[in-house]
Nanobody, 121 residues
């Protein structure tokens, strides 16, 4: 089975920075897309940033210019560098990956358990 483990969440002041990391492990044959989602209380879960195996990226309009997503294909890891954080960035952030496991002929979605990011003075 595939496991996604997130790290790096915490409490930061407005204008500060935080770096989230996610590592996928298990019987991984290949990984297509990886990304980060977030969900604030009373809000729908939304895509924050995604990156495909070729390196192309997509960002939510609200984080463009402030967040940067990157990945290491060989290590099956993805990171999210968050700069100039705002209180409205407060949410639980979830790692997501589209992975094909060894011996299986299709891709499926996997999710981490989430990590809390709180931006407050």
């Amino acid at each position: 089975q595939v496991q996604l483990v997130e790290s790096g969440g915490g409490l930061v002041q407005p204008g500060g920075s935080l770096r989230l990391s996610c590592a996928a492990s298990g019987s991984i044959f290949s990984t297509n897309a990886m990304g980060w989602y977030r969900q604030a209380p009373g809000k729908q879960r939304e895509l924050v940033a995604a990156i495909i195996s070729g390196g192309s990226t997509n960002y939510a309009d609200s984080v463009k210019g402030r967040f940067t997503i990157s990945r290491d294909n060989a290590k099956n890891t993805v990171s999210l560098q968050m700069n100039s954080l705002k209180p409205e960035d407060t949410a639980v952030y979830y790692c997501n990956a589209v992975i094909r496991t060894t011996g299986w002929d299709s891709f499926r979605n996997y999710w981490g358990q989430g990590t809390q990011v709180t931006v407050s003075s």
